[in-house]
């Protein structure tokens, strides 16, 4: 399923977020948490995550820090009735996410991501159609 959209939740006092209604489907059997290479989290479908972590393991031993990094600050999390996962304390301090603060979830194609939203707003604002024209030629889109 191809991730689209952006859409705005808060967390609940326990630290619950609510998965967008179109994607529950596709996340009910499991899904992953990860951190991004940044202040935001990465959400996986278990079986996207699985095909990731293979490429992650084939790295040579001697850079084993994405390993780390990417498995040790993982986990697993599997939506209840209302569509809602647990972000683990260390992930949401990751990503400056606070109890009914607003968080903007972020479709990126095989993944979804997580964010702050006045974070997520001081990335957009930083990104212009020069930049955006410049990667469509370096990667001959």
């Not at 630290?15 to 596709?26: K, N, Q, V």
Request: aromatic share 8%; hydrophobic share 40%; no cysteine.
């Amino acid at each position: 399923m191809l991730m689209l959209g952006t859409y705005l939740h808060s967390l609940d006092p326990k630290g619950r977020l609510t998965i967008p209604a179109r994607f529950r489907d596709e996340l009910t059997p499991g899904i992953v948490i990860t951190k991004g290479i940044g202040n935001y989290l990465e959400l996986y479908p278990h079986n996207v995550f699985e095909v990731f972590a293979k490429r992650v393991e084939g790295v040579p031993v001697p850079d084993r820090d994405l390993a780390r990094y990417v498995f040790a600050n993982a986990s697993y999390e599997v939506p209840d009735r209302q569509g809602r996962i647990l972000i683990p304390q260390m992930l949401r301090e990751h990503a400056h996410l606070t109890p009914n603060g607003e968080v903007l979830i972020a479709g990126v194609g095989n993944h979804l991501e997580i964010w702050n939203r006045e974070l997520w707003d001081a990335k957009m604002a930083g990104i212009t159609t020069a930049m955006l024209e410049e990667k469509l030629i370096q990667y001959g889109i």
